[in-house]
């Protein structure tokens, strides 16, 4: 079991162009999770589908984010027109259905935007 | 603010010593998880323990779980370089999905 699964580990963006994230749950588990981390606000949550229907997407900012899971096996999360106040690591986690108490994390992507 | 809060920003031991994380949260809660995120790394759930539990154990780690007090500590015994990482607690609540995280807790565990 190679856990959660991030690509890429680092991404540098210039201002005002798009980044996209991707993100491998671990097999079998049906709940996806996005997280951003930053010293400053810690770690939010974003979004959280669950059997690849989006649940709950009240953390992602309205304008340029958005969240996909067009199946199983991945889900993407994408940044549109980054700024510089998107630059944090994001995180994703996976668990077993109905199940949030044990989340298993990625390694996460540190966007940088420049 | 914060529904999860860790006490100590940062705390440092050397190896071998004891340490104790302590956390309070705000709201009625189903379970309160400690997670352990080494750098460059995702946070890795160390212990769960429920609200009828009081106390669970792993290895060297040790949970309780006050919820008169709403607080939870983490203790862990004969550090080790190793233990070098951000400690958080995160609280989930009854009927729901979202886990919330507290800010953190830095250990420095020197030789």
């Known amino acids: 079991n190679a856990g959660v699964i991030q690509t890429p580990r680092h991404k540098v963006t210039g201002k005002g162009q798009e980044a996209t994230l991707w993100c491998e749950p671990i097999s079998g588990h049906s709940a996806v999770f996005w997280y951003r981390q930053t010293i400053v606000q810690g770690l939010e949550f974003l979004t959280y589908?669950?059997?690849?229907?989006?649940?709950?997407d009240s953390g992602m900012p309205k304008e340029r984010f958005s969240a996909q899971m067009p199946n199983q096996s991945h889900s993407t999360l994408k940044i549109q027109s980054t700024q510089p106040q998107d630059s944090a690591v994001y995180l994703c986690?996976?668990?077993?259905?109905?199940?949030?108490?044990?989340?298993?994390f990625g390694p996460g992507t540190r966007l940088t935007v420049l | 603010s914060q529904l999860a809060e860790e006490n100590s920003w940062a705390l440092s031991v050397h190896e071998g010593e004891s340490v104790t994380v302590n956390c309070s949260y705000k709201?009625?809660?189903?379970?309160l998880q400690w997670y352990r995120q080494k750098s460059g790394k995702g946070p890795a759930q160390l212990i769960l323990?429920?609200?009828?539990?009081r106390h669970n154990r792993n290895g060297r780690l040790r949970a309780t779980l006050d919820t008169s007090s709403q607080s939870s500590s983490l203790s862990i015994t004969a550090t080790r370089c190793e233990d070098t990482a951000v400690y958080f607690c995160a609280t989930g609540r009854t009927g729901g999905y979202k886990v919330v995280f507290g800010s953190g807790t830095r250990l420095l565990v020197s030789p």
């Open positions: 589908f669950r059997n690849q229907a989006p649940i709950d």
């Open positions: 709201t009625s809660i189903t379970a």
């Open positions: 323990i429920r609200s009828n539990e």
């Open positions: 986690a996976s668990s077993l259905a109905g199940s949030s108490y044990e989340q298993y």
